[in-house]
């Protein structure tokens, strides 16, 4: 089975840092990657599909790069709205999430 | 606008059947292109794909819960639904169904908001 590790597990970070997170695929998935927000008490949001195709409505601050083993997701410039749960997916497998944090 | 919305017990007894319905609307689930899923998030834990389920009726279930899962679909209700059986606490979960786009790769487009199911006696 494909594993998926995201790095950091947690993030802290400022209003208007640019915010980077990182998934590793335990073996190669192509460009087969979504990323999803969430948010306590909600469900998750699709923001980017395919690895770097971003979904529908979601801001242009997210972006997200990657193929093969190793994928990263981008918020260009952290809004306070962005302070969430981040996860990545393959499939039938999640990563483990990262959070970000207000510092 | 496709919307999909979880129904079912909140609260199971420990060795009972878990069931949960998923009713979809703003869209048909016969309409392919899409597989219709399972999805359950432990207190304060990360994400765990139970499943899913194709209009025709073809399932993948997580290896880890595929003897206790059962997902199937009533396409003239426009709904699937899930049965976990033997559940235990550990099973104690928020449960989302999900819709899942085939054309990329699986990425779960539209969520229902969730529903909390605790066991315990």
């Known amino acids: 089975d494909i594993q998926l590790t995201q790095s950091p597990s947690f993030l802290s970070a400022s209003v208007g840092d640019r915010v980077t997170i990182t998934c590793r695929a335990s073996q190669g998935i192509s460009s087969y990657l979504a990323w999803y927000q969430q948010k306590p008490g909600k469900a998750p949001k699709l923001l980017i599909y395919?690895?770097?195709t971003l979904q529908s409505g979601v801001p242009s601050r997210f972006s997200g790069s990657g193929s093969g083993t190793e994928f990263t997701l981008t918020i260009s410039s952290l809004q306070p709205e962005d302070f969430a749960t981040y996860y990545c997916?393959?499939?039938?497998?999640f990563g483990q999430g990262t959070k970000v944090e207000i510092k | 606008q496709v919307q999909l919305q979880e129904s079912g017990p909140g609260l199971v007894k420990p060795s009972q059947t878990l069931s949960l319905t998923c009713t979809v609307s703003g869209g048909s689930i016969s309409s392919g292109g899409y597989y219709w899923s399972w999805i359950r998030q432990h207190p304060g834990k990360g994400l765990e794909w139970i499943g899913y389920i194709y209009y025709s009726g073809s399932t993948y279930y997580n290896p880890s819960l595929k003897s206790r899962v059962t997902i199937s679909v009533d396409t003239s209700k426009n709904q699937f639904s899930l049965k976990l059986s033997s559940v235990t606490a550990a099973d104690t979960a928020v449960y989302y169904c999900?819709?899942?786009?085939?054309?990329?790769?699986?990425?779960?487009?539209?969520w229902g908001q969730g529903t909390l199911v605790t066991v315990s006696s």
């Open positions: 999900a819709r899942g786009w085939v054309a990329a790769a699986g990425s779960l487009d539209y």
């Open positions: 395919a690895a770097s």
């Open positions: 997916q393959h499939q039938g497998t």
